[in-house]
């Protein structure tokens, strides 16, 4: 088993940066992709960003390249979620996720809690 832990959201201004931590604890041995995703109010949970075990492959949505970028310490079991420029409908709780593949599908084995990132006008 996995746990993840996510944090470091908040409420911010229309074009500031934050960057979200997703911890990882239990079996963190096992080689794990890593992905965020995200869910607006009254939206299905969609891909952000994602990242294999040894960082050498990286996705992101549209909606956010050039923008996010994702990156990992395996040694301190951790993931991040670099968002730049940050749009009011980047409005989201924002979850990390764990699975054996990276791939933009919710087809993750483990799931964070989220974190809930607010970015007015």
């Known amino acids: 088993q996995v746990q993840l832990v996510e944090s470091g959201g908040g409420l911010v201004q229309a074009g500031v940066s934050l960057r979200l931590s997703c911890v990882a604890s239990?079996?963190?041995?096992?080689?794990?992709?890593m992905a965020w995703f995200r869910q607006a109010p009254g939206k299905e949970r969609a891909f952000v960003a994602g990242?294999?075990?040894?960082?050498?492959?990286?996705d992101y949505s549209g909606s956010v390249k050039g923008r996010f970028t994702i990156s990992r310490d395996n040694a301190k079991n951790t993931v991040y979620l670099q968002m730049n420029s940050l749009k009011p409908e980047d409005t989201a709780v924002y979850y990390c996720?764990?699975?054996?593949?990276?791939?933009?599908?919710?087809?993750?084995?483990?799931w964070g809690q989220g974190t809930q990132v607010t970015v007015s006008s």
């Open positions: 990242t294999t075990w040894s960082g050498s492959r990286t």
């Open positions: 239990g079996r963190t041995s096992s080689r794990y992709a």
């Open positions: 996720a764990a699975g054996p593949e990276l791939a933009s599908s919710r087809n993750y084995n483990y």
